[in-house]
């Protein structure tokens, strides 16, 4: 029963909305201006192969795991895509943990164990986020797309 995670949270690159639109207004974009060439030579035809192409990544990436989140055993375990390593927060040295938003900016680039400013911060889409300080002061900003389940998962681990 203490291998099972109390919660578990998977979160893919391509999925976000404001990215995937973008993708696919420049996939839309390179179909509009081959539609317009008056004359089909071979750099027109390159536009259709490049708008297919982005239409064909952006599926790749909708699959494509970004980190998992697991609570599991008094500890999230963070792993992340391929080559990054796994990152594991002990939450008996957590003293404070809140909700909040990850970000008060419209467009964020998706992170991984980005160290900035005495934050730790883990991301992929979404607005909020779950706030963990620890002993030493360090803040792990930790995004997700179910922040009320994931806050109730840590105070219960926390408990134990």
Not at 2 to 20: H, M, S
């Amino acid at each position: 029963m203490a291998d099972k995670p109390v919660f578990t949270e998977k979160q893919y690159l391509g999925r976000e909305w404001i990215p995937v639109t973008i993708r696919l207004m420049l996939a839309l974009i390179c179909f509009a201006v081959y539609f317009f060439t008056d004359e089909r030579e071979r750099n027109g035809d390159l536009l259709v192969v490049v708008g297919f192409g982005i239409i064909i990544i952006s599926m790749i990436m909708g699959f494509m795991l970004h980190f998992r989140t697991r609570v599991i055993n008094k500890s999230i375990l963070l792993d992340g895509l391929w080559t990054s390593r796994l990152v594991k927060i002990d939450l008996n040295s957590i003293v404070k943990v809140e909700p909040g938003t990850y970000s008060r900016y419209l467009f964020n680039n998706p992170v991984y164990n980005l160290h900035k400013k005495g934050t730790i911060r883990f991301f992929t889409a979404g607005n909020d986020a779950v706030h963990l300080t620890d002993r030493d002061g360090l803040v792990y900003i930790i995004g997700s797309a179910h922040c009320n389940e994931f806050l109730r998962a840590i105070k219960e681990e926390m408990k134990k």
